[in-house]
């Protein structure tokens, strides 16, 4: 039961995944996630993005997946990054909103009981860690200069920017998706706030990895989520480059906004 006394959520649901040798975990996360989904949601999929692993991943996804008609995997034969993986999986998904998780589980699905009665309240929600103990001293000042710059340079002022989102698939009918490097994440939440999509804040717990090596967070990685970062403060916010799609503005009659999306939106000077 959910945590507003719902036996399910009311409408349907999308996890993306985007995998990276992760043999050691993928079996595990799988079973948990259908475990946990099937429990809160009666209506779900999970869209994994194997994103050039050279282990066995895919195998190992695709033998768990036999069995599971919801859960649909796109190999990509060389690794391709973050802003890849979520182009597929969120141009992908059928269901009404969707969320972004990695196979070491940085978001618990089991706090799904709790977290989306949050989606009656807001049409988008962005996760936000209060404790950040578990970061070493490189990983706090890289996740404290990254939200800083981002804050600095566009509007829209969060917490947090990376973690855990929640996103009505039909969001993805209005925009496309640009970045590359894990600034994807920030993009889409900037995005939808010039479309008038309401975001909603929630705190959310950590959960280390407990298998495998994590892939992100190299200098590699940092320098090109800065170069996205002022690309686009450049385009958008310097130039006044429309930042929606033209082709689509219809948003589904369950959101939260009642006033009409603009078919194209700059963000203000």
């Not at 706090?111 to 309240?121: A, G, K, R, T």
Request: glycine share 6%; aromatic share 12%; proline share 4%.
């Amino acid at each position: 039961m959910l945590a507003n006394g719902q036996r399910f959520f009311s409408h349907s649901l999308t996890m993306v995944v985007c995998a990276l040798n992760e043999e050691e975990l993928i079996e595990e996360f799988l079973e948990k996630s259908v475990r946990d989904l099937s429990h809160v949601c009666q209506d779900w999929e999970i869209i994994l993005i194997n994103d050039g692993s050279t282990d066995r991943t895919s195998e190992l996804a695709h033998a768990f997946a036999h069995n599971y008609p919801q859960i649909r995997i796109f190999d990509q034969k060389v690794n391709r990054g973050p802003g890849a993986c979520i182009q597929i999986g969120y141009y992908n998904a059928t269901k009404d909103y969707l969320f972004h998780n990695t196979v070491d589980a940085f978001f618990n699905t089991e706090d799904l009981v709790w977290v989306l009665p949050h989606l009656e309240e807001h049409d988008c929600l962005s996760g936000y860690r209060s404790d950040l103990k578990a970061n070493n001293p490189y990983q706090k000042l890289l996740t404290v200069c990254n939200r800083g710059l981002i804050r600095t340079l566009f509007p829209l002022k969060l917490r947090a920017y990376q973690t855990v989102q929640f996103h009505p698939t039909a969001l993805f009918k209005q925009i496309r998706v640009e970045g590359r490097s894990s600034f994807v994440s920030a993009e889409l939440l900037i995005k939808a706030f010039y479309l008038g999509y309401s975001i909603g804040e929630i705190e959310v717990i950590f959960h280390p990895r407990t298998k495998g090596k994590a892939k992100g967070g190299g200098i590699k990685h940092v320098l090109r989520s800065i170069k996205d970062i002022l690309k686009f403060w450049f385009l958008w916010v310097v130039l006044k480059r429309p930042i929606a799609n033209p082709y689509g503005n219809q948003k589904p009659t369950f959101l939260k906004q009642t006033e009409s999306t603009q078919r194209v939106a700059r963000i203000a000077g």
